[in-house]
């Protein structure tokens, strides 16, 4: 097994197919299949079939592709800490978002980025906080905002803001602040689980001897945005999910209190992992950002978590 290999076989996956990956990687197609023939043979087992779909990993496949993953990333660290011995950070930095924190914070980041690290390359994932969290334990992110950190001995955790959390709701619901007792009786548009926003919703549920009524269940920030908009029902969301809409009129948004319903979002990476200079810069580059966002009002409902600690 060698890197090529590695490559290639990462190559065809992603492409579903030997002639595209053949296009994309610029090599014959004829020196593709040879490699991954030699791949297979001396792993002894079957990697990739083909289908009517495609060519597709097979278990042991799909296995190879992971690790593949994480070892062309190490490799690709550790030539880009090399070179940075220059002084100028340059390479990929893969960095994961939440769908609420990519709105508000990934195009200001990539902006900045573009700006003062011209040589470094961003690549921006969004997804749910749990898949960030697994992305994070697999070593495929340099890092990624996820909420409510726990002690962890996979994860190094900066705590970044905290974030109040509003009731969500169709135009002219008024803006004053609600209860959370208040929650009961109207239909809530959530995540299904798990999912942390839908788990501390139903744990204050508990706590405060709520009855909250989940009427619909859909894992999409901008399906969810929709439907509050036309009024099928409410949503709980920190008011930077729905800054547009809410500055727009297309949304109401009442600040939950009695108990205040927050969260903390952090910045996470793996532990032990090594950091790369281009990571380093980023990192700093995204604090920064962060505390631009929230000294400027750009990051509403939330609180620096270092400006929390010095008031306490």
């Not at 803001?161 to 509003?166: A, G, I, Q, T």
Request: aromatic share 4%; proline share 5%.
């Amino acid at each position: 097994m060698d890197l090529r290999q590695l490559r290639y076989f990462i190559g065809i996956v992603d492409e579903g197919s030997f002639t595209a990956a053949a296009q994309k990687l610029n090599v014959a197609q004829p020196a593709l299949s040879h490699n991954i023939r030699n791949l297979e043979a001396g792993l002894g087992v079957k990697l990739l079939t083909r289908g009517v779909h495609g060519v597709k990993p097979t278990a042991a496949g799909t296995r190879l592709y992971e690790h593949a993953e994480i070892i062309l990333r190490h490799v690709a660290q550790a030539t880009e800490q090399v070179r940075n011995c220059s002084g100028t950070p340059s390479g990929l930095v893969t960095v994961g978002f939440t769908s609420s924190v990519a709105l508000v914070a990934a195009v200001p980041l990539v902006q900045a980025v573009r700006a003062e690290l011209p040589q470094v390359s961003l690549r921006v994932v969004e997804s749910f906080s749990g898949t960030i969290l697994e992305w994070l334990n697999d070593d495929r992110l340099d890092f990624g905002c996820i909420y409510d950190v726990t002690r962890s001995r996979t994860l190094l955790a900066e705590s970044l803001v905290r974030e109040d959390l509003y009731l969500i709701g169709p135009p002219g619901g008024g803006d004053s602040a609600i209860a959370f007792d208040e929650l009961a009786g109207k239909d809530l548009i959530l995540p299904s689980r798990p999912h942390n926003l839908r788990d501390r919703i139903e744990r204050v549920a508990r706590e405060t001897c709520t009855i909250v009524t989940v009427a619909v269940e859909i894992n999409g920030l901008p399906q969810i945005k929709a439907l509050v908009a036309k009024g099928v029902g409410y949503s709980v969301l920190p008011i930077s999910a729905v800054m547009e809409e809410w500055r727009t009129g297309q949304v109401s948004a009442r600040l939950i209190v009695s108990p205040s319903l927050r969260r903390s979002v952090h910045l996470c990476r793996p532990r032990g992992a090594p950091v790369t200079e281009a990571a380093a810069a980023v990192r700093e580059t995204f604090l920064r950002v962060v505390r631009d966002l929230v000294g400027g009002g750009d990051w509403p409902g939330t609180l620096l978590l270092d400006e929390e600690a010095a008031a306490s």
